[in-house]
C-alpha cells in the first residue's frame, strides 16, 4: 500500500488534506485475481477495511458482473497487453462514509468516462496513530465502448479503424507518445484533486487538497517519509507514538 502523506498548510491559508495519486498497470492473467482482491472476495475476505464497492459501463455479455467482464479481459486480450489501469486514490477522511461514496463515483465518472471499471473503497486504519486512511481502487478497461455489440473475444480483438465491427473496442492508450501519456496523467492529478476540492465544497469543508509537489506549492520543507509496513511492523509503541507526536508537530508548523 502507498503511503498518503499529510500536506500542512500554512498560518493564514486554507487547510490542505491528504493528496496521493497513482496509476497502475494489470498485466493479461492478472485482472480477475485483482479484482477479487479490491472486493474482499475469497482469501481476501477477513480483511474488514470494505466500506463500499461497485461497477459501471459493462458491456451486455458481462451482464452485472466485473468478474465476468476481467476473466474476458485475462483470457481475451493480446498478449504483453495492460488488463486494466488501477487508479488508486486517497479521499478526505473528513468525508463521512455517504459522501465517501458519493466522491467515488464522481471520480469513477471522471476518470473513467465511458469505460469500464470497477471500484472499491478502502478504509483501513493506519499502522500509526490509528488515523483511517480511505482510499479508493479504481479498475478500469483501456477498450472505449461504441455502440456495436460484440463478444468477449471480438471486444478484446485488435481495433480496425476502417472496418470497426470486424475488430475490437479501440484502446484509448493506443498510438500516444511518452509526452502524450506523461501530460495526460498530469491532467489527470488535476482532474481529481478538483473533483474532491468540488467534493468538500459541496460539504461544507474548508480543507482543500492540492495535487501539486512541495516545491510547486512553495511549501519549503521536505515529503513526509514513507517508512513502511515493514520497518512499522518492527518499530515499538514507544517509537510509534514518538514518530506520530514528531509528525503532528511537524505538520503543525507554518
Request: hydrophobic letters at 30%; glycine letters at 8%; proline letters at 5%.
Amino acid at each position: 500500500m502507498s503511503a498518503f502523506f499529510v500536506y500542512a498548510s500554512r498560518k493564514g491559508e486554507t487547510p490542505m488534506a491528504s493528496f496521493h495519486y497513482s496509476i497502475k498497470s494489470g498485466k493479461k492473467g492478472t485482472a480477475r485475481r485483482h479484482s477479487a482482491y479490491i472486493d474482499r472476495e475469497g482469501a481476501h475476505s477477513t480483511r474488514d477495511d470494505l466500506i463500499h464497492s461497485s461497477h459501471g459501463n459493462l458491456p451486455a455479455w458481462a451482464g452485472d458482473e466485473p468478474a465476468q467482464f476481467w476473466s474476458m479481459a485475462d483470457r481475451h486480450e493480446r498478449s504483453n497487453a495492460a488488463a486494466y489501469r488501477e487508479h488508486e486514490i486517497a479521499l478526505p477522511n473528513e468525508l463521512s462514509k455517504d459522501q465517501l461514496i458519493e466522491l467515488a463515483e464522481r471520480l469513477a465518472r471522471s476518470v473513467a468516462g465511458e469505460k469500464p471499471y470497477q471500484y472499491a473503497i478502502h478504509a483501513p486504519a493506519g499502522s500509526i496513530g490509528g488515523i483511517e486512511n480511505p482510499h479508493v481502487h479504481l479498475m478500469c478497461s483501456d477498450r472505449v465502448p461504441d455502440g456495436i455489440e460484440r463478444t468477449p473475444n471480438r471486444t478484446f480483438a485488435r481495433y480496425n479503424s476502417k472496418n470497426p465491427a470486424s475488430g475490437g473496442c479501440r484502446k484509448d492508450s493506443g498510438g500516444r507518445s511518452p509526452l502524450d501519456l506523461r501530460q495526460q496523467v498530469s491532467a489527470r492529478r488535476k482532474l481529481v484533486a478538483d473533483t474532491q476540492n468540488q467534493m468538500l465544497a459541496d460539504c461544507g469543508y474548508a480543507t482543500r487538497v492540492d495535487h501539486r509537489s512541495l516545491r510547486d506549492q512553495g511549501i519549503k520543507r521536505r515529503a513526509e517519509r514513507h517508512l513502511g509496513p515493514r520497518l512499522i511492523k518492527d518499530m515499538a509503541e514507544g517509537e510509534k507514538q514518538q514518530f506520530t507526536d514528531h509528525r503532528a508537530s511537524h505538520n503543525a508548523e507554518p
